[in-house]
Structure formats: C-alpha cells, structure tokens
C-alpha cells in the first residue's frame, strides 16, 4: 500500500505556536496502513514531544542516539517563542513521528545554524530539526519521508524556499531520505567541540529526486567521508542516489557545480 495524503486543511488550533497556520492534511497514510492524524504542533504539545523523544532514546542503540540532539523543554519552548512549530503524526492519542520546524524571521533570526552563512534572506529560510519516528512504527511505514513532503508542501505555500537540515555523516537512512526527497548535499561541517561531523543538505519545496542519465555524475559511496569532502571541496553537489545490486547506495553528483558551498 502507497503512503497516500487526504489533501485537507487543517488550521493550527490557536495556542499551536507564534508560526503560521500551516497548509497540512487531515490524515496520513503510511505504507503500513495506519492512517495518522496530521497536526500541527505548538507549546501545548510540549509533553508528547518530550515522550515521543524519551521513546526514541530508550530503544535506540549508543549509536544511534548521538543523531538526535537530546533537547530539554526548555529548548522546546524557546522554539515556539522563537516562532518556529513542528508537524507531528498522530496515531489516536499518541504522538507517533514528528518533525520540529525553524522560520527565522526579522525579531526572531535564529536558525540554529549562526556558524553558517547561508546567503539567503531569512524569511525564505525553514529548518527541519529533529525529525524522529517511534521505534514501534519505524518498520516500512514511510512516516519519516512523508513528515518531510508536508514540511516541504507547508514552506512552499508560506512562500519559504530555502530549505535545510543537518544529518550526522554516518546516519545513512536519514540522509537517504533527504536526498530521495531532492535535497543535496551542500557541505560538511564540523563541530570544534566534539569533532563531530555533519552534512549540510538544501533543497527547495519543488525540489525532485534526480533521475535523469548518468553521464558526466561521479559517484562517492555514503561511506566514503573523505571522498564527499573532496568533491563538495572541488565544487561538486549531489543530485541524487544510485543503489547499487548489493543494496547499498551511492550519492550522485554534478561536476562542477555552480556557486559551490564551502567546507568547514
């Protein structure tokens, strides 16, 4: 079964956030056949988003606890203060996958990416942070992807196209995502701190997953760090992914590219 979107506006109830109403479904459908509730999210829901947290941290192995930055309620509501919302699916009562969303603006620029000059106005620019499935419902169900398409519908419609997120070099299946989504990878970052590294992916609320001819792309397997590195340095963007037979995946990219990002 196809993971399928009833295409009716839900507004945000009015203690939702500082943000907009977003243009959201009713429902979605997710591959599996759970049809969940779409809903935007402000301070109210601070709760279930914290549970929704605990419940992905619980299950998840060392590793993969350290993609999701563990965040206090106090970093919740300075989001909503800060005019950002999140997108969140419901399954009855019980908050199942969420995305929570930045929407910087004049007297609130945050973007919780100061350390980057993104070059663009702020009031085109949305963030995704945070993204996070319930270990039940993870399995086949195209929630995550499906939180990305309404992100990206809802940025379009607020005339916000910019748009970007941040994913850990090693967690392949989130970054598998964005670039099925028609994100690109933009640039490796960093952090001084704890010498973590992340990649920088963009892309636009229109943008598709490349799927034209192969000629003229080089090809870096995810795993080859260093090999990204340099073509993101040389001023390479990914386009897309490959899968290779054995069903592992390569990321695609233009040579050259134009107005190349740097690398941190």
Known sequence: MTATALMTTTMAPESASLSPALDLPDTFEAKNG??????????????????????????ADPKTKGY????????????????GTAIGFFDGD?????????????????????????????????IAQGVIVHPEYQSGSGLGSGLTSLW??????????????KIEVTNWKSLLMFLHAGF????????????????????????????????????????????????????????GVRHDPDGGATVVQFLPAPDPQPVS
């Not at 992916?201 to 792309?217: K, M, S, Y």
Request: proline share 4%.
């Open 184 to 239: 690109q990878i933009s640039a490796l970052l960093r952090n001084d701190t704890d010498r973590r590294q992340t990649f920088l992916v963009e892309g636009t609320p229109w943008a598709a997953r490349h799927n034209g001819p192969a000629e003229n792309l080089e090809t870096y397997d995810l795993t080859d760090i260093s090999g990204i590195k340099g073509a993101l340095a040389s001023g390479m963007r990914s386009v």
């Open 34 to 59: 759970v049809m969940c509730t779409v809903r935007q999210m402000g301070r109210d829901d601070i709760p279930q988003i914290a549970v929704l947290q605990k419940a992905f941290l619980d299950a």
């Open 152 to 165: 990206k519908g809802a940025m379009g419609t607020l005339g916000r196209d910019r748009l970007y997120a």
């Open 94 to 126: 019980k908050l199942v996958a969420q995305t929570l969303v930045r929407m910087p603006a004049a007297d609130h620029p945050g973007t919780g990416l100061e350390y980057i000059d993104l070059n663009v106005p702020k009031d085109h620019v949305s």
């Open 68 to 83: 999701i930055l563990c965040k206090e309620v106090t970093d919740f509501e300075a989001l909503f203060d800060g005019g």
